[in-house]
């Protein structure tokens, strides 16, 4: 029996309609992060979207030093609460340490591990210890089964509250590929899967000292993703993703966001029949 995970007001497995975490990638401002949440809201409303709003007050691992970072923990956790509270989305972030994940806890409703940090035993269990959902993207160096070993992790920590994200897997220099096999692999662990459709379509180091990416094959691989059995999508957005101060190269528009998933809602009922 898969476990039903609820972050908020979401509640996301099987049985539950098609769940979407979506939101920048990084906090540029407060009035930037605060006015997407706020059209987001307006969408999750008029659609009827199980929404859970993304953003990340920090991005520790940009291929330059001289990359924008985002606000901060301290300004940037007080920007999602702000968020959280204006319009009242459930909040996930990602956290680095095992003391962000403790101070985060108390601003947001859910902890996301970075997939290059997935590994990372003290984190995972401070993020666990928490007793908030805990959202791990995949490695790109994992094997799905190998996920298994981060299930029992938080586990051990008393916390049953976990989401597992598939976002590709390394194929050669600066390109990713996704093995839909990994989302029914993972679904064995018995927690809900979620698949990342921008960062599926990120090509790493691609730009020299940036991520490059294929923003045109989000919807294809979201879209199979979803015919495949996963619970809910992860995509970033931005009302202007060519002046995405990251990962703007593989972002789906805003304005594109409601077609995408009135398509993905209607494939997850077909396949949820």
Not at 205 to 220: E, K, L, Q, T
Request: a neutral charge.
């Amino acid at each position: 029996m898969q476990t039903i995970v609820r972050v908020g007001s979401v509640e996301v497995g099987a049985g539950r309609p098609l769940a979407l975490i979506a939101g920048p990638c990084v906090i540029e401002s407060r009035e930037a992060c605060l006015e997407l949440a706020g059209r987001l809201a307006e969408f999750a409303a008029a659609e009827s979207v199980p929404l859970i709003f993304k953003a990340s007050y920090d991005k520790a691992n940009r291929s330059s030093h001289a990359s924008f970072r985002g606000p901060g923990l301290e300004k940037g956790l007080e920007v999602l609460a702000e968020a959280r509270a204006s319009y009242g989305l459930p909040v996930l972030t990602d956290v680095h340490s095992e003391l962000e994940a403790s101070r985060a806890a108390a601003f947001v409703d859910a902890l996301q591990i970075p997939a290059f940090l997935c590994r990372q035993t003290d984190l995972v269990l401070a993020a666990a210890a928490t007793g908030r959902p805990v959202n791990v993207k995949k490695g790109q160096f994992m094997a799905p089964w190998e996920m298994r070993n981060v299930v029992a992790k938080i586990e051990s920590a008393g916390n049953r509250r976990i989401l597992l994200t598939e976002r590709g897997v390394s194929f050669g220099y600066n390109n990713l590929v996704v093995d839909m096999r990994s989302l029914p692999l993972m679904r064995e662990t018995g927690y809900p899967v979620v698949f990342d459709a921008t960062h599926a379509v990120q090509r790493p180091g691609g730009a020299g000292d940036r991520s490059a990416g294929d923003a045109r094959y989000a919807p294809v691989l979201a879209r199979a993703a979803v015919a495949a059995g996963c619970d809910a999508v992860f995509v970033e957005t931005h009302a202007d993703v060519g002046e995405a101060l990251s990962d703007g190269a593989n972002m789906i528009a805003l304005a594109d966001l409601p077609a995408l998933w009135r398509a993905l809602r209607r494939i997850h009922e077909a396949v949820a029949q």
